[in-house]
């Protein structure tokens, strides 16, 4: 039976300060964790055994978090790495889990808008012993790299080269039979100090295992930065977002397009305009929020404009004439007590800022 294993762990540097207190793929878009998104897209597919790849500082979080899978219909298998070395030493670490079933793995902070099933299936009933995804991309330096030959076929990758042979980037999720193991016992760290798993493909590839790919078509976002987690947020809201009034609006405000709101949330004297999803028990009032927002539960806006945004539950905005392009953690307060010019922001959680 097939396996799914996710990485979880990682010290999600550039999502500081928000990751000081929480694991980056646990950041919502659209209101829900990213490591959501994951889970589910390989429920979709049958793939119901999960190893998650966890590390020390925010493993219990992540554990928290998801629990045993019954919620989503799978079995998980909670996997501790001490440090991340790169991603075929989250192979290596989770051999036990893995033992000699074919899987699939799947970076825990990447989102794409495609089942996998399809992809399941190619690599199922053609034999091989990796399928790897490939997505066309503008700064190909920043990823693995796959080079292929005059006939389409793979010939080389290269983990973020200085100089890329194309501009086709490994998606973060990876189809390999049990071989991949003895390969990954030869690697040797990479330039960066890693195990790199494009080193384990290149030497499935020269050593004459069935190797493959397939073009993935629709979106893939990468959620490391803040900017990429906006235009996540914003991919996932126009994508799925669906009308769903929950909560209470009054007769001085207007609720359009596609809105999610959650049940106790208050929208007083107040715009919305969709897509944006609001969760429970807010309160919306004299302000306007607008398109490709998401706002967390237990959160309080008032007397502001909000845009493109997203806020982490309990966050407060208060007489703020625009924030916009922010990402704000949880129970992060911004006021002003002396109207100015728009804000652009990204706080951790706790934060208060005033002006």
Request: with cysteine; charged share 20%; net charge negative.
């Amino acid at each position: 039976m097939l396996k799914g294993l996710i990485l979880s762990g990682g010290k999600g540097t550039r999502l500081r300060p928000l990751t000081h207190t929480a694991a980056k793929q646990l950041v919502p878009v659209a209101n829900k964790p990213i490591l959501f998104y994951v889970i589910e897209n390989l429920a979709r597919a049958g793939v119901l055994d999960l190893g998650i790849i966890i590390s020390p500082e925010t493993g219990e979080l992540v554990k928290e978090s998801v629990g045993d899978g019954s919620r989503f219909g799978v079995s998980i298998t909670y996997i501790p790495q001490e440090h991340p070395r790169g991603l075929a030493h989250a192979v290596q670490t989770a051999r036990d889990f893995l033992q000699d079933s074919p899987f699939v793995m799947y970076l825990g902070d990447n989102l794409i808008s495609s089942d996998i099933g399809l992809f399941l299936q190619a690599f199922q009933e053609g034999g091989l012993d990796a399928l790897v995804l490939l997505k066309e991309v503008d700064n190909p330096s920043q990823f693995g790299i796959a080079e292929l030959n005059g006939q389409g076929g793979l010939v080389r990758l290269v983990e973020k080269p200085k100089q890329a042979p194309t501009n086709l980037a490994l998606v973060g999720v990876y189809f390999f039979s049990p071989a991949v193991h003895a390969v990954i016992e030869t690697l040797k760290p990479s330039w960066r100090g890693e195990l790199e798993i494009t080193d384990a493909i290149q030497k499935l590839l020269e050593t004459g295992k069935k190797v493959d790919w397939r073009q993935l078509e629709g979106w893939w976002l990468d959620t490391g930065k803040k900017d990429d987690l906006l235009s996540a947020n914003t991919q996932v809201l126009d994508t799925w977002c669906l009308r769903e009034i929950l909560g209470e609006v009054d007769e001085g405000s207007q609720v359009n397009g596609r809105v999610n709101l959650g049940a106790g949330t208050r929208v007083v004297r107040s715009t919305i305009r969709g897509p944006a999803v609001i969760g429970e028990d807010c309160l919306i009032q004299d302000s306007f929020i607008g398109p490709f927002t998401s706002i967390g539960s237990n959160s309080r806006v008032e007397n502001s404009v909000i845009e493109h945004s997203v806020l982490l539950a309990g966050s407060t905005v208060s007489h703020v004439d625009r924030l916009e392009d922010s990402l704000l953690g949880r129970n992060a307060r911004v006021a002003r007590h002396n109207r100015h010019r728009s804000l652009q922001l990204l706080l951790g959680d706790d934060t208060v800022v005033e002006f």
